[in-house]
């Protein structure tokens, strides 16, 4: 996996958003924009927007900032919190690879970055039946500590959740890392800085469940703040936090 095929260089002077979806609100949609859950189906607390204060590029690369900022929505619902989502959905996809991605993240109490993937189609149903891959998530109280998870499974209360945490040895998420993501056929490999911490086979004969990842999915970037994945009070000293990608690499 040495030929570089899709690079997102967010150092870059000129670098911008047009192979990403910039998503809005709190309420995971389906794919006629129905509304199917609030709280994105995680039990998160923020709004997402694309304000210049949740998400922007600079020198730095691009800033994913979840700010305690108060909204109100029409329907009459308000939120504490705003943040940034963006995604690679009908843009890019992509189906076995080494994929790299170099982040910074933020820490507090209630934050939850996280770098991910889902299908493009929805080949073997909807979720999560059709997979998700998560390359990276954190909980920003526990600073040295990253995950790599894969859900799927028939319905969302019957599913398999494999997950493998792995701690920074000398540092904390608040430094860059290379969150990495080999991908293929056989198997899922989690990295973090080239070391391989974490292998699933994909070839099982021990589960109910059908593997279903075997066909192309996009990238999903997102900071939230509280929701099921960490059941703890939010910071309110933690903000504004910022999520920082350097940049994206994809490799064949």
């Not at 499974?153 to 080999?182: C, M, R, V």
Request: glycine share 8%; hydrophobic share 35%; charged share 25%.
């Amino acid at each position: 996996m040495s030929k570089l095929i899709w690079h997102q260089d967010f150092l870059k002077e000129g670098a911008n958003l047009k192979d990403w979806n910039i998503r809005i609100g709190n309420d995971l949609l389906d794919d006629e924009g129905n509304v199917i859950v609030a709280g994105w189906g995680n039990g998160e607390q923020q709004y997402y927007t694309g304000k210049s204060n949740n998400l922007y590029i600079d020198e730095s690369g691009l800033h994913l900032c979840a700010c305690r900022e108060d909204v109100e929505t029409e329907d009459g619902r308000s939120f504490a919190y705003t943040s940034a989502r963006l995604d690679t959905k009908d843009h890019f996809s992509y189906q076995y690879g080494k994929l790299v991605i170099r982040a910074k993240l933020p820490v507090g109490q209630g934050l939850w970055p996280a770098i991910w993937l889902l299908p493009q189609h929805q080949t073997y149903g909807p979720w999560p039946a059709s997979g998700e891959i998560d390359i990276m998530e954190a909980k920003g109280r526990l600073p040295q500590q990253v995950s790599g998870t894969l859900h799927y499974g028939k319905a969302w209360d019957d599913k398999a959740t494999d997950e493998y945490a792995y701690q920074l040895p000398n540092s904390t998420i608040n430094e860059f890392h290379d969150y990495g993501l080999e991908w293929d056929e056989h198997s899922i490999r989690w990295l973090v800085d080239g070391h391989c911490y974490a292998e699933h086979l994909l070839k099982k004969d021990n589960t109910p469940y059908l593997i279903p990842f075997d066909q192309p999915f996009y990238v999903v970037l997102n900071l939230a703040v509280g929701g099921w994945y960490d059941r703890v009070e939010v910071d309110e000293t933690a903000f504004p936090a910022h999520m920082t990608i350097e940049g994206i690499w994809l490799y064949e």
